[in-house]
């Protein structure tokens, strides 16, 4: 059975910092690029980063850039996505997704929730 589970979702202050994690288990995970979606209330759900499924390179949503990381660790079947500098902006439920370097095929966790508020 393919499961992506996120956690470290919460609420935090503005400015305050947070680290989002995906545990992946049924899938050559090796194999799959990952990436991190988020839907904010009344907002479409948007590409936060993307990282290949080596995790030599990444590339985020043009509001994302110099504040979220998205690294990988292989040999875990894990996605993070370590969110500084958080601003109220980024309050959506965010999904871990894996998609197949050699298939259609492609993953989605059931999401976590990232409130950032004073």
């Known amino acids: 059975q393919v499961q992506l589970v996120e956690s470290g979702g919460g609420l935090v202050q503005p400015e305050g910092s947070l680290r989002l994690s995906c545990k992946a288990s049924?899938?050559?995970?090796?194999?799959?690029?990952m990436n991190w979606y988020r839907q904010a209330p009344g907002k479409e759900r948007e590409l936060v980063a993307h990282?290949?499924?080596?995790?030599?390179?990444?590339s985020y949503a043009n509001s994302i850039q110099g504040r979220f990381t998205i690294s990988r660790d292989n040999a875990k079947n894990t996605v993070s996505l370590q969110m500084n500098s958080l601003k109220p902006e980024d309050t959506a439920v965010y999904y871990c997704?894996?998609?197949?370097?050699?298939?259609?095929?492609?993953?989605w966790g059931r999401g976590t929730q990232v409130t950032v508020s004073s």
């Open positions: 997704n894996a998609e197949d370097d050699y298939s259609d095929l492609s993953f």
């Open positions: 049924g899938i050559i995970f090796s194999s799959f690029a």
């Open positions: 990282i290949i499924s080596s995790g030599g390179r990444t």
